[in-house]
């Protein structure tokens, strides 16, 4: 005989190891923002990195295609707890875009059509850790996912991986960015459940 009811011990932790601590795993993919969704035609479409000495890299979106799209499988987890397992996504590594771009520093802000911002350390946008995704699930990104582009930053919670990506400034310290203004951690570790300050 039970001494409690069914429910009364809480939500059992997912079985999947591949999810962090926190998280419940989803199938769909929801659709969280804050403000007015930005529509921007690849036709008008530019990323561009300003470096410390003030000068801007730029790159239009067939330039940016043309660095090599390549294909990966991630997982993504969001601050407010759900996670989706192997999502295919096509893009660019980050680490072709700053082929040839030269900096000291070791930050960026994140800067999106629409005005918002994220910080990253510059070291978690290279090796293989990062992309300017185009395309989700074999389909071109949607603006409600931040299409045409985003970040896809995909080993920290997903408000780093800025929606309508639209460049990166380098920057010597780890300024906050939109959210992170607002108490959320600098930093966005999933597995150190790194949500808030």
């Known amino acids: 005989m039970s001494f409690v009811t069914r429910g009364f011990s809480g939500r059992k932790r997912e079985a999947d190891p591949r999810l962090p601590p926190g998280q419940t795993l989803v199938q769909d993919w929801p659709v969280l923002s804050?403000?007015?969704?930005?529509?921007?035609?690849?036709?008008?479409?530019?990323?561009?990195?300003?470096?410390?000495?003030?000068?801007?890299?730029?790159?239009?979106?067939?330039?940016?295609?043309?660095?090599?799209?390549?294909?990966?499988?991630?997982?993504?987890?969001?601050?407010?707890?759900?996670?989706?397992?192997?999502?295919?996504?096509?893009?660019?590594?980050?680490?072709?875009?700053?082929?040839?771009?030269?900096?000291?520093?070791?930050?960026?802000?994140?800067?999106?059509?629409?005005?918002?911002?994220?910080?990253?350390?510059?070291?978690?946008?290279?090796?293989?850790?990062?992309?300017?995704?185009?395309?989700?699930?074999?389909?071109?990104?949607?603006?409600?996912?931040?299409?045409?582009?985003?970040?896809l930053v995909p080993h920290l919670y997903f408000w780093k991986s800025a929606k309508w990506v639209r460049g990166l400034t380098m920057m010597p310290d780890n300024d906050p960015g939109f959210w992170e203004q607002y108490g959320y951690h600098l930093y966005g570790d999933p597995w150190k459940e790194e949500r808030y300050w």
């Open 34 to 151: 804050a403000g007015p969704t930005p529509r921007v035609d690849t036709d008008d479409w530019e990323f561009t990195i300003r470096d410390e000495t003030g000068a801007d890299h730029r790159w239009s979106w067939d330039e940016l295609l043309a660095l090599g799209v390549e294909d990966v499988t991630v997982d993504i987890h969001c601050v407010t707890h759900w996670s989706k397992l192997d999502m295919g996504w096509r893009g660019v590594s980050l680490d072709k875009v700053f082929e040839n771009v030269e900096s000291e520093h070791e930050y960026v802000m994140a800067h999106s059509y629409g005005g918002y911002t994220t910080n990253v350390p510059l070291e978690d946008l290279l090796d293989g850790r990062a992309w300017i995704a185009t395309e989700a699930e074999g389909e071109p990104l949607d603006p409600e996912h931040g299409g045409p582009a985003r970040l």
